[in-house]
């Protein structure tokens, strides 16, 4: 199968190129000019240079594949200016489907994110059908992911072959960014995590995420989500797990919400606003704290025969290469 990839130099639409030309898929991989290429090392695969802001340019590119797999998104907490995230987010995928159509590709897949979810403060698991709408999504990237979920599902309704999945948090190596996700690591290996917040995740292995990618091609119905996750666990529960992956100390303060979020206040006025650098911790990572993002993936293993795997062989590959990358001691 011929398939246009676009993220593939992001750490899971690596693992997802990685997979499919494994696979002995014949690939057209999208890069921009400012992508880090490093994560491509090894992927057999044709580079397109490319945005998906000037998307007329890849019209030729996706003319005569098969299948699109679009991983590529701009996965922030904290940007300068959300407007550009939304043109990454929402245009870019709108105009990935319509070039999709009119180049008469059969299978279009498409990375949304747990993130689109309604997830609760009191720990409930929630899956596909729970109730959510744009005023539950909190920050920009939420929201931003949500809206081009919309437009994924509006080209299924519309008769497009479009298939959404939605990985909770993936966990891995090669995260070379890294992402919000590969920062907790980062900053728990270079003990710059001296408390924690009463909050939860579902991590997940990226290589099964990677897998379920080519499943979806094969398996997945049109227009429906599927939630690819692993295990459900409390920041504190994460927290021990390194502790016992590197002998590193779990710290044992949790603070409260109010004392976190005016310290990301002041984090994002004084490092972001006025010294112009990412803050350490946001007010948008806070709010999403206060949920705990717990979810089935009943769906994904019954229709596309995902797997729950254990995470904590992901938590150790993920440290081994964080420490191999001087990402950490």
Known sequence: MKIFVTGATGFVGHHVAKALAAEGHELRLLTRKTSNPANLEGIRGETIAGDL?????????????????????????WIPDPAAMYKANVDGTRELLRLARETGVRRFVYTSSVATMHFRTDGIVINEDTPVSLADMVGHYKRSKFLAEQEAIKAAQAGQSVIILNPTTPIGPNDRKPTP???????????????????????????????????????????????????NLTLKQILDKMAAITGLPSPTVRIPFAVAAAYAFFEEWITGRIRGKEPRATLEEVRMGRKKMFASSARAQTELGFRILPVYPAMRAAIEWFRANGYAP
């Open 181 to 231: 996700t590969g920062r907790i690591f980062i900053d728990f290996l270079n003990k710059r995590f001296p408390a924690y917040m009463d909050t939860g995740l579902n991590l997940v292995d990226v290589s099964e995420v990677a897998r379920a990618h080519m499943l979806a091609l094969t398996h997945g119905a049109p227009g429906r989500r599927y939630i690819l996750g692993g295990e």
């Open 53 to 77: 802001l000037t998307p007329e340019s890849l019209k030729p590119a996706i003319a005569g594949c098969d299948a699109v797999v679009h991983v590529a998104a701009d996965y922030r907490l």
